[in-house]
């Protein structure tokens, strides 16, 4: 975390049916952690490592699509 850990700035994001139930099942085995908290931790977590090794961006798994 930041020195200055303000919340200045919101995001909006779309996220999967998948993504939302670990959410969901991760904040509900956390009761101390609000989701936002733990989406925003995972979000640092996240970061940290594609800063460590980006090439994990191509490696994970893509996200199936419908078409319009």
């Given at each position: 975390m930041t020195t200055d850990d303000r919340l200045a700035h919101q995001m909006a994001l779309r996220l999967s049916d998948e993504d939302v139930k670990r959410l969901d099942a991760?904040?509900?085995?956390?009761?101390?952690?609000?989701?936002?908290?733990?989406?925003?931790?995972?979000l640092r977590i996240g970061l940290a490592s594609l800063e460590k090794d980006p090439s994990q961006l191509l490696s994970a798994k893509k996200p199936k699509t419908r078409r319009r």
């Open positions: 991760l904040a509900d085995g956390i009761p101390i952690a609000t989701r936002n908290a733990i989406a925003r931790a995972a």
